[in-house]
């Protein structure tokens, strides 16, 4: 058993994964947030809200002070609609199968990263261990905590990525089943110019 990074415990072929994922620096950058990435976090696997978006506080009207025309709940934007109502461009499908082949890509690549970047470990320690009361030796030992600490997080949003991927294929094939179930009651009206 190694060492404990952020209080768990690392076995030498594992790399330890953090408890929240923080957002990538290219989308705190995207953002104009960059200087703001500490209180940005990832979402959860199989959530598809933006983590950047601000909550405004809701507070609950009273029946003596009218709601703020402030705090209204934002509105989807006007324009020309699609014939089932989206807007231009916000029709994706994409097949349960081909979502569940990409996580499976992506635990392979997680697979292939984290048993590697696990096994430096050992020599680590041995440099560590030869440069004994050098201050050589609490760099390396310094510098491998550091590379534990990255390499566990991009070992981290490999896994958030598969989870989400699968969590995408489970959604989806949800969502056609309850239409699928919602109008499995509803039957066809005849029209009344059938047969002219």
């Known amino acids: 058993m190694s060492e404990t990074i952020r209080g768990k415990p690392v076995a030498e072929d594992t790399l330890p994964e953090p408890d929240q994922l923080p957002l990538t620096p290219d989308e705190l950058k995207k953002r104009d947030l960059e200087n703001f990435g500490a209180f940005y976090k ?13 909550r405004l506080l809701q507070p609950t009207p ?3 002070q009218p709601q703020s025309p402030f705090l209204k709940p934002p509105t989807a934007p006007a324009g020309p609609r699609g014939p089932h109502g989206e807007l231009p461009g916000q029709r994706l499908n994409i097949e349960p199968a081909i979502l569940n082949t990409a996580a499976g890509s992506a635990d392979e690549i997680h697979t292939a990263f984290t048993k590697p970047a696990a096994a430096l470990e050992t020599p680590a320690k041995a440099a560590a261990t030869a440069m004994a009361g ?4 609490y760099a390396l030992r310094a510098a491998h905590k550091q590379w534990e600490i990255q390499a566990g997080t991009v070992a981290g949003w490999l896994a958030h990525i598969a989870e989400s991927l699968r969590a995408g294929a489970r959604d989806h094939t949800k969502t056609d089943t309850a239409i699928e179930e919602a109008f499995r009651g509803v039957k066809p ?7 002219f």
Do not use: H, I, N
């Open 42 to 54: 990832a979402p959860p696997a199989d959530s598809y809200a933006d983590p950047t978006t601000p």
């Open 62 to 64: 009273s029946p003596l």
């Open 134 to 137: 050098w201050e050589s030796e």
């Open 189 to 195: 009206r005849r029209s009344l110019l059938e047969g």
